[in-house]
């Protein structure tokens, strides 16, 4: 079995796009699935499933395929998903309100547990039924909550001490949302979600190429093309 934290991040993403596939295809009652079958429904290629899905162990069965549930639970586990995770989300902006209120998260198992803030006038106000509590207080209120995972919203100038602040309570893994390059010890998992980046990003690309056909949309309904998933 790959350690999870050898995975690299492009396989991380795959499968948490196996995983919404398999996850419909249940809804739909649907009992077996294939390579090609996920593969179509992502704009992958069957290939690059199976050599996913290879790193993990040995899934599904000659002429029969996959077993919708049986894989699904495995690809939870693999993402970690099989358990609720409490989130922390620092900085109670626009931005951070809109995070601490998406319920996308609790669906997927994340549950926002605490949120931080070093606006006076902010601290003690509830935003989805959790209290906004003062920076001073995260080592207290991380321990309280086990959280492991914080969502940083804050400005730029304040993102690396906020970080920082997150590592030192316990934090081991941040998705950075603030327009600002962070620098945390290795063992602290660190993504950036810069969204300004993100469509930079995606002008470049639309301005760069040529008018291309509409790319295929997956089941779920979001356009997916083969290229986003062969990144390495």
């Known amino acids: 079995m790959t350690r999870v934290s050898s995975i690299p991040k492009a396989t991380c993403l795959r499968l948490s796009l196996y995983l919404r596939h398999l996850d419909h295809a249940a809804d739909q009652g649907s009992e077996t699935t294939s390579s090609a079958q996920l593969a179509a429904a992502l704009g992958a290629t069957a290939a690059q499933v ?5 790193l993990f162990g040995q899934f599904g069965r000659p002429g029969v395929g996959y077993q919708v549930e049986e894989l ?10 099989d358990r609720r995770w409490p989130v ?3 900085g109670v902006g626009n931005l951070g309100r809109a995070l601490a209120r998406y319920r996308e998260f609790a669906e997927r198992n994340f549950d926002v547990v605490a ?10 106000s509830r935003i989805g039924g959790v209290v906004v509590s003062s920076m001073e207080d995260m080592d207290k209120v991380v321990a309280e909550c086990g959280v492991r995972l914080a969502l940083l ?53 639309v301005s760069a190429e040529p008018a291309r056909p509409r790319s295929r ?5 979001s356009a997916l ?4 998933f062969e990144v390495e």
Do not use: W
């Open 88 to 90: 922390a989300v620092v």
């Open 72 to 81: 699904r639970q495995a690809i939870r586990r693999i993402l970690g998903v």
């Open 115 to 124: 949120l931080f803030d070093i606006d006076p006038a902010k601290v003690g």
């Open 217 to 221: 949309r997956g089941k779920g309904g």
């Open 153 to 205: 919203a804050v400005p730029a100038h304040a993102a690396q001490k906020a970080a920082e602040a997150l590592v030192r309570a316990g934090v081991t893994g941040i998705l950075n949302f603030a327009p600002a390059v962070v620098r945390l010890p290795a063992r602290v998992v660190l993504y950036p979600a810069d969204v300004s980046v993100l469509l930079e990003q995606l002008s470049c690309q």
């Open 225 to 228: 093309t083969a290229r986003g």
């Open 50 to 54: 199976r050599k996913d899905l290879s």
